[in-house]
C-alpha cells in the first residue's frame, strides 16, 4: 500500500512539474513574441519618423535653393553692370587726345545714368525693404549725374558703392520694425528679409505672420501653420536662437 501511495505521489509530483514547465515555456514564448513585436513597432515608427524627417528635409533643401538662386541673380545682374562699366570706362582710358577724353566723360556719364536708371527700376520693382535709405541713395545720384562741379570719377565711385551696397542685400538677413498695411488695416510688425528673395512680417503678439507678394504688390496674411517657423526664423536673424533649417514660404503659397 506504501508503495501505491508513493507511486502515485511521484507521478503527481512529475506531471505537476511538467505542467509548471510547459506553463513557464508559454509564458516565455508570449513574453518573446511580445517583445518581438514591440520591437517591430518601434523599428517602424523610427523608419515612418526617418522618412519623414527625409521629407522635411528635401524640402528645406529646395526652399534653400529656391533662395539662393534668387539672390544669386540679382548679385549676377549687378555684377555684369559693374564689368560692362569697367570696361567700357578702361576702353575710354584707351583713347588719346583732349577730344576724345572730352567725348570720353560725355559717353561714360551716359553710361552712369544708365546704370542709375537700372538701380532705379531695380528697387522700384523689387521688394520694398528699407525704403527711404535706398531712395534718398538713388536721389544723391541723380542729382550728382547733373552737377557739373562733381567730377567723372567721383560719380562712377558713388554709382558703383550704390550697386554694391544693392549686392550686398541679396546676401544678407536682418529684422526691422515697419508700419505695413495688411487687409486695409495699418499694423506695426517685426519685418523679416530674407536677402532680396522674400519680405515677411510677424504681429507683435506673434500670433499673426504673413509675407509680400511681388504679384500683388501687397502684404498677405499667410495660414496660422507658418507663425511657429517664422517666429523662429526672427529669432535666428536677431540672434537668439542657433541657426537650423527652416521651411519658409518663399514663392507661391498654397493654402
Known amino acids: 500500500m506504501r508503495l501505491i501511495i508513493l507511486a502515485v ?16 515555456n508559454a509564458s516565455a514564448l508570449v513574453d518573446t513574441t ?48 559693374i564689368e560692362k562699366t569697367n ?4 576702353e575710354f582710358k584707351n583713347k588719346s587726345g583732349a577730344k576724345t577724353q572730352g567725348s570720353s566723360m560725355v559717353g561714360i556719364e551716359a553710361l552712369l545714368r544708365n546704370l542709375i536708371e537700372r538701380l532705379e527700376t531695380h528697387t522700384t520693382n523689387g521688394l520694398p525693404f528699407l525704403v527711404k535709405e535706398r531712395n534718398a541713395r538713388l536721389e544723391l545720384l541723380r542729382t550728382l549725374i547733373d552737377d557739373r562741379q562733381t567730377g567723372t ?10 550697386m554694391l551696397i544693392e549686392m550686398e542685400y541679396a546676401r544678407t538677413v536682418e529684422v526691422y520694425q515697419q508700419t505695413i498695411e495688411v487687409a486695409g488695416d495699418q499694423l506695426t510688425a517685426n519685418v523679416l528679409r530674407i536677402g532680396s528673395a522674400a519680405l515677411f512680417y510677424q504681429s507683435p503678439d506673434g500670433l499673426q505672420v504673413g509675407k509680400y507678394s511681388e504679384s500683388g504688390r501687397n502684404w498677405e496674411p499667410l495660414p496660422p501653420k507658418y507663425v511657429s517657423a517664422i517666429g523662429r526664423a526672427i529669432e535666428i536673424a ?12 518663399i514663392g507661391r503659397v498654397v493654402r
Open 238 to 249: 536677431q540672434h537668439q536662437r542657433a541657426a537650423e533649417l527652416i521651411d519658409l514660404p
Open 9 to 24: 505521489w511521484a507521478l503527481a509530483t512529475f506531471y505537476s512539474v511538467e505542467h509548471t514547465n510547459a506553463e513557464s
Open 153 to 162: 570719377a567721383e560719380k562712377y565711385r558713388r554709382t558703383i558703392e550704390a
Open 34 to 81: 511580445s517583445t518581438t513585436i514591440e520591437i517591430n513597432k518601434r523599428t517602424q515608427k523610427e523608419k515612418e519618423r526617418w522618412a519623414l524627417e527625409k521629407t522635411e528635409l528635401v524640402k528645406q533643401k529646395n526652399v534653400l535653393l529656391n533662395d539662393f538662386e534668387e539672390m544669386t541673380s540679382t548679385k549676377v545682374e549687378l555684377s555684369a553692370l
Open 87 to 90: 570696361a567700357t570706362i578702361a
